[in-house]
């Protein structure tokens, strides 16, 4: 079996589809901790919304239903952090561990209130779209532009959050705050204002990244379905070295070595299946321990900001 | 009459059981530079913070061109035309100086940055001002005078028509205090006002038209300063306390203690690297390194004291090599270090005062006993220390962040001087401290020196290196340009030699 039988186009564009989620959920993070605040609770969000997708679609029979309902509840949920630190300055680690156990546990007992005792439930999703003239270009075409909106959504942001982020004054304010919140402050600019917005699009884009996992990719929810990849896309950020372009490509790695390890399942590798699903994780972990020095990540990150304490 | 363009009346602000402001006023008149003195600790900075809107006053008003106002966070003190230089400066590092301006500046509407356009005015602005500033820099590219320089225009970016400025001058050179000096003159003269505080007396004297003074959160009195002198005013601001005079006393001995010899460090940001420096430091001198900041101090306090390894070169003590010595080692053959940078190396700010006064020792008896700490004699030898130091604090479990600048330096003081160090560096020992707290740390270093300790004080104040030194190197890009005994006929030569101009005359140090 040659490299080539494994990394041809239908790998590529496996890769993308299956770094999405991660990417896209990777990008909210990003503004997020930009702003100073970690959200470990990205892994609840991305389940939470990826749930709440998956509602709307089942109750209205239309995807598009079930994108906003999750991106709503995405943010819901990072309001939880937003005001438990931003407001009431709790460490921040520990609310978000609290919101995945949280996450696990919610959407465990909804499920079984809604949908019985169905173990999945399979809903209307977003089918793969070709776009007219783009789809038509030998080789990248049909690899980039057969893939489905939610995967066009994630093309068209990461350029925008760039440009949000470096470009305007909003994105400057976001920067300043994650590194010196008290120099925001003293500067006149409201830094509770800039966390709570950056933290809630943040949980915003985390749902959008959990509904592409439910309706974009297994059409279906099933507990536990994030399986990690909040924490992926945790991992990704710092990989990414906190900048939305190198989220995506740590993302795409990662989504790499995931359609990997499928294709070589498919390809019949005389290795424990156990062993190749292992693989994204593992490299998750060699990537952290490599990449993840303090030297470029936001000063502030983690952090919670208070006038009066000295 | 014209109306004063800030009026402070009866304000009153406490943390905890701890009043830092109690009932008081302040007036500020049109075209004014208002000096604002006291002791470490005496409510200045809380009395600016209130002003600034970062703190909530619990009773008293405040006036701005005779009309009553709330200010309830910086944005309102903005809108009012106050501007404020905070002791720690407030910058983004990684940001550009024009980013640091322009931030939270954006007009109505105004989505995009232009950063052409913002850099173009920063530069008119600072021509106007006759000072320069390079508005696509890097702030932490940037000496701490270019820093505090772009704090300013920050503040007069917004439209600041009153500027208060905390200590600007305890981390400048003279002639950055000059440039200084020569800004805000200029400002006032338009009609605006400045409010600084100072713990340097003559420049009260020299720039301020009035003074205010504080002692122990209370208004002792506002002064116009043609008619207060220096001495006055230090009394004003201690109370009934004499003022220690600096005791003199006999310098070392001819024995060589410390030998360096051809130190040379790799190539870092922030700080020249030494270059082949040389020096010898007797048992019971103190040495002085004079020089402009950034000019290697840091690293050459840090080969001391086993924080870095020289590239090149070798150090003995008493004769033994210290090369590759653990900064632990050393600490714990009698080496007393006192960073410079207080919050950074010297402290943990986080944690209490108690924690960081046995911070050094706490693992040796009798802090500790089979591997647990012991509160007994931890609280017992911490209270004898806040005693010994007189260290101001409400308890030795408070956090050492709520402590003022004196009171931090002392607890720092008070851990390295403990148990007879054999040489103690001590670099910038006395910046931002008041009179009192200032000739007290002469006093421990100039009795650790009457012991036998060989002393290294490396400052940037050359009043205080000639008070209380033997002899003084003068170090200029890395490199000693020369080392003169301390008397202040020597003053030119050592100033000369800051510059980089050698004297050709080169005395030495033949004085033993
Ligand atoms: N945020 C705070 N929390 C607790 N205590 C504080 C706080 N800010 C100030 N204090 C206390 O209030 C008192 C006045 O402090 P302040 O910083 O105003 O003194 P200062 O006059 O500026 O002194 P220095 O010359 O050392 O800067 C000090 O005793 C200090 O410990
Ligand atoms: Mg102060």
């Known amino acids: 079996m040659s490299l080539l039988q494994i990394f041809d186009l239908s790998w590529v564009a496996a890769t993308i589809r299956l770094a999405t989620p991660i990417a896209l959920a990777a990008q909210g993070e990003t503004l997020s901790e930009r702003a100073g605040v970690l959200n470990i609770g990205l892994e609840g969000v991305m389940l939470n919304s990826a749930f709440a997708g998956v509602v709307g679609a089942y109750y209205s029979g239309s995807p598009w239903v079930g994108l906003l309902l999750g991106m709503l509840v995405g943010a819901l949920t990072a309001l939880i952090l937003a005001v438990a630190s931003i407001t009431f300055r709790a460490n921040q680690i520990v609310i978000g561990a609290a919101i995945n156990i949280l996450a696990m546990g919610i959407t465990g007992v909804l499920f079984r209130a809604i949908f019985g005792l169905e173990q999945q439930v399979t809903v209307m999703s977003f089918k793969p779209y ?34 949000v982020l470096f470009r305007t004054h909003w994105g400057l304010a976001i920067r300043a705050v994650g590194d010196e919140p008290q120099a925001v402050d003293t500067a006149g600019i409201s830094v509770i204002k800039i966390r709570y917005l950056a933290v809630l699009i943040g949980g915003a884009l985390g749902g959008l990244g959990g509904v592409s996992l439910s309706l974009g990719q297994l059409n279906l929810f099933a507990e536990g379905m994030i399986s990690g990849r909040g924490f992926m896309a945790l991992a990704a950020v710092i990989f990414g070295r906190w900048h939305p372009v190198g989220g995506v490509l740590a993302a795409l790695f990662f989504g790499g070595a995931d359609a990997l390890q499928l294709r070589m399942q498919v390809l019949g590798w005389q290795v424990p299946y156990e062993f190749m699903l292992m693989l994204p994780y593992v490299l998750t972990l060699l990537t952290l321990a490599v990449f993840a020095g303090r030297a470029s990540q936001p000063k502030a990150l983690g952090e919670n900001y208070a006038r009066e304490v000295r | 009459m014209t109306k004063p363009i800030l009026e402070m009346k009866q304000i009153t602000k406490s943390f905890g059981s701890l009043i830092a402001n109690d009932q008081v006023d302040l007036t500020v008149q049109p075209g004014e530079i208002h000096g604002l003195l ?65 931030l939270g500046q954006a007009k109505k509407g ?51 028509r009153l500027l208060i400025l905390d200590e600007p001058t305890a981390v400048l050179t003279p002639p950055e205090v000059e440039q200084l000096f020569q800004l805000l003159t200029n400002f006032v003269r338009q009609g605006n006002s400045v409010i600084c505080i100072t713990h340097k007396l003559h420049e009260i004297k020299t720039i301020c038209d009035k003074v205010t003074i504080l002692r122990g959160g209370r208004l002792v009195g506002t002064y116009v300063t043609n008619e207060v002198d220096a001495d006055e005013l230090a009394v004003l601001m201690v109370g009934e306390k004499a003022v220690t005079p600096v005791k003199s006393r006999k310098s070392g001995n001819n024995k060589v203690f410390l030998k360096v010899e051809n130190l040379t460090t790799e190539l870092d940001e922030g700080d020249s690297p030494l270059n082949q420096l040389s020096l010898e430091v007797y048992e019971g001198e103190i040495l002085g390194v004079a020089g402009v900041d950034g000019n290697g101090q840091t690293n050459l306090a840090h080969c001391l004291a086993g924080l870095k390894q020289p590239k090149d070169g070798k150090m003995w003590w008493a004769g033994k090599e210290m090369n590759g010595l653990s900064a632990k080692v050393l600490a714990e053959q009698g080496l007393a270090y006192i960073p410079a940078d207080r919050h950074g190396t010297a402290t943990a700010m986080g944690m209490s005062l108690a924690e960081n006064l046995i911070c050094r020792r706490f693992s040796l008896a009798p802090f500790s006993c089979k591997g647990f700490l012991s509160p007994k004699a931890i609280e017992h030898y911490v209270q004898a220390k806040i005693k010994d130091f007189e260290i101001k604090t409400p308890s030795p479990l408070v956090r050492l962040a709520a402590l003022s600048g004196g009171n931090q330096q002392k607890v720092v003081l008070a851990r390295e001087i403990d148990g007879e160090p054999r040489l103690i560096i001590a670099h910038q020992p006395t910046r931002g401290l008041d009179i009192g707290s200032t000739n007290y740390v002469h006093r421990v270093l100039m009795e650790a020196a009457q012991k036998g300790a060989s002393i290294i004080l490396l400052s940037t104040e050359l009043e205080e290196l000639f008070a209380i030194c033997d002899r003084i190197a003068v170090l200029y890009r890395g490199q000693v340009m020369g080392i003169l005994p301390a008397q202040e006929t020597y003053l030119r030569e050592v100033g000369l030699m800051m510059a980089g101009r050698v004297e050709p005359k080169g005395v030495d140090d033949h004085h033993h």
Request: hydrophobic share 45%.
């Open chain 2, 38 to 102: 006291g002791e470490n600790g005496a409510g200045k900075t809380t009395l600016m913070n209130i002003l600034y809107g970062l703190y909530r006053q619990e009773a008293g008003e405040i006036y701005i061109d005779g009309n009553p106002v709330q200010i309830c966070s910086p944005k309102e003190a903005i809108s009012l035309g106050i501007g404020m230089v905070h002791q720690h400066f407030m910058l983004v590092h990684n940001l550009t100086v024009t980013e640091n301006v322009i």
């Open chain 2, 110 to 160: 105004q989505l995009f940055i232009n950063r052409q356009e913002a850099a173009a005015q920063i530069k008119a602005k600072a021509e106007e001002y006759g000072v320069e500033l390079d508005p696509w820099a890097k702030i932490e590219d940037l000496t701490v005078g270019l820093r505090q320089r772009v704090e300013i225009f920050k503040a007069l970016f917004r439209g600041a």
């Open chain 1, 130 to 163: 070709p776009i007219p003239v783009l789809s038509q270009i030998p080789v990248l075409g049909p690899v980039l532009f057969q893939q489905n909106v939610l995967v066009y959504l994630g093309y068209v942001l990461v350029p925008l959050l760039t440009i």
